[in-house]
């Protein structure tokens, strides 16, 4: 698995960006969003259970990961028409303010290491990538267990420091100064 340092690898995918059939697909590549930071997110399958939970949560606080100057993509193997169905008929999707990436050939997944061996679906894996397109962090989690986006946002208000943050760390605490 890629991680803390490595360049995120690069990709062009379809996503799907709405639930009007007229304009729910849309190219995104690595280069979009250019200079801002990115926060991609994978699970599983579409139309499964611990995973709606997730992206709605993700969703529901999309506005202060653009408060601080990044983007949202979430993806699965999933084609951009599976996605594209589950938005329209899940009512925790039908809003959804980011893109869903369709990684359907499991290119970006494979570049990423993130495929689970048995099941080859994405694990529930999170990077965060700086605007240079270095990933800053990277946390899985097994395909049972959901993630807290809260938790994201808290490591991405640390990273934006650029200072020494302390267990527990919140934005606006002290940093820690170096003896």
């Known amino acids: 698995m890629l991680t803390v340092g490595d360049k995120l690898p690069a990709f062009d995918l379809q996503a799907t960006v709405s639930t009007d059939p007229k304009t729910a697909f849309a190219r995104i590549t690595n280069e979009s969003d250019a200079g801002k930071w990115k926060v991609l997110f994978f699970w599983p399958k579409d139309f499964t259970f611990v995973c709606p939970t997730e992206i709605a949560a993700f969703g529901a606080i999309n506005s202060e990961f653009a408060d601080r100057d990044a983007v949202i993509y ?102 820690l100064e170096a003896a």
């Not at 997944?109 to 679906?121: F, K, N, R, Y």
């Not at 800053?136 to 943050?165: I, K, M, Y």
């Open 74 to 175: 979430g993806g699965s193997i999933d084609s951009e028409y599976v996605h594209l169905a589950w938005r329209q008929n899940h009512k925790d999707l039908k809003n959804l303010p980011f893109p869903m990436l369709s990684d359907i050939k499991r290119e970006l997944s494979t570049a990423l290491g993130i495929l689970h061996p048995e099941e080859g679906v994405c694990l529930r894996a999170t990077f965060i990538v700086d605007p240079e397109g270095i990933i800053r962090f990277a946390s899985v989690n097994d395909l049972s267990v959901g993630r807290n986006p809260q938790e994201v946002l808290r490591v991405l208000d640390a990273l934006q420091t650029d200072e020494l943050c302390p267990c527990n760390w919140q934005k606006g605490d002290d940093v």
